[in-house]
């Protein structure tokens, strides 16, 4: 065998071989939104927004269970279409905006589940509270071109206790229960940029 044949075939075998290189992809502030739900006065469900999610993902397609996951989302943007509201979860009973303006999750490993989708577990910090969460995860979708990137989008979802984050503010109401519900529905829906040439 010549040796430019013997080159090029151990050339294939290494390349292989070699292991996954993770890419980098960016969240897309414009194109990704975290929202919130929890229980009112026991009969309705209030929902919100955070408009400034931003973070990265380490993803290796070869091996998702590699991937890292890294997201802030700027609590001072909340909205929930209601400003007497949004300025009491803003304010000291709930987010306490001022003093802290961002929440954070960061992954800690990855699982596969059914159907092609993933459960992220990682900790989620909210005031000075760091718990365990999991994130159900739908995604990511195959990329596509747009322009200079490529783009995937995947939705993750979780539900906390805000009591566990230091969020234990609440009043009865005079039909009986309480006000504000315990558990509160987070999802965010996510774009991711990776740019190409």
Do not use: C
Request: avoid cysteine; hydrophobic fraction near 40%; charged fraction near 25%.
């Amino acid at each position: 065998m010549k040796l430019r044949t013997i080159v090029a075939a151990a050339a294939v075998v290494a390349a292989a071989a070699a292991p996954a290189v993770a890419q980098t992809w960016t969240l897309d502030p414009n194109h990704t939104r975290a929202n919130f739900s929890a229980r009112h006065m026991m009969v309705t469900t209030v929902r919100g927004d955070f408009h400034n999610v931003t973070g990265t993902v380490e993803y290796d397609p070869k091996d998702v269970t590699k991937s890292v996951v890294n997201v802030a989302i700027d609590t001072r943007t909340l909205d929930t279409k209601l400003e007497q509201r949004d300025s009491q979860l803003k304010g000291p009973d709930f987010l306490d905006v001022m003093k802290f303006p961002t929440m954070t999750f960061r992954s800690k490993r990855v699982e596969k589940a059914a159907d092609g989708a993933l459960r992220v577990i990682g900790d989620l910090t909210i005031r000075t509270v760091t718990r365990e969460v999991v994130l159900d995860v739908d995604g990511p979708s195959p990329p596509i071109r747009d322009r200079n990137a490529q783009v995937i989008g995947a939705t993750a979802t979780t539900k906390i206790n805000r009591k566990d984050f230091g969020m234990t503010w609440n009043r009865a109401v005079e039909a009986g229960g309480m006000l504000v519900g315990d558990e509160i529905t987070i999802t965010i829906d996510v774009q991711m940029r990776r740019p190409v040439t």
